[in-house]
């Protein structure tokens, strides 16, 4: 059974940095493209980034591009977000989330949506 657990949501000041990681566990991870989404109170879930589990190719939607790094790590069986320059607008909800349909080339068609999800990290920057 596909299980992914999102952790590392934090409050964090304006121009701070956050690591969320999504612990997953249930599938062959190699066989997956892993994506993290947000979804700010009041607006349309965006994608943020997307990896290639097998490959470790990486495509970033527009969202927070140039201030966020996915990445993995199988010895954790893990795929990592790293944010930096954080701003309010920055606040929400982080998902990962995957099938074994998923592209990671939907990371910028908000109208393609994996199946599996995570419960969701609460990010919240705020002074």
């Known amino acids: 059974q596909v299980q992914l657990v999102e952790s590392g949501g934090d409050l964090v000041q304006p121009g701070g940095s956050l690591r969320l990681s999504c612990a997953a566990s249930g599938f062959i991870l190699d066989l997956y493209s892993i994506a993290w989404f947000r979804q700010a109170p009041g607006k349309e879930r965006e994608g943020v980034a997307c990896i290639n589990y097998h490959d470790g190719n990486v495509y970033y939607a527009d969202s927070m591009k140039g201030r966020v790094t996915i990445s993995r790590d199988r010895d954790k069986a893990t795929v990592n977000l790293q944010m930096s320059r954080l701003e309010a607008e920055d606040t929400a909800v982080y998902y990962c989330?995957?099938?074994?349909?998923?592209?990671?080339?939907?990371?910028?068609?908000?109208?393609?949506?994996?199946?599996?999800w995570g419960q969701g990290t609460q990010v919240t920057v705020s002074s």
């Open positions: 989330a995957t099938d074994r349909a998923y592209t990671c080339l939907a990371i910028t068609m908000p109208t393609i949506s994996p199946h599996y």
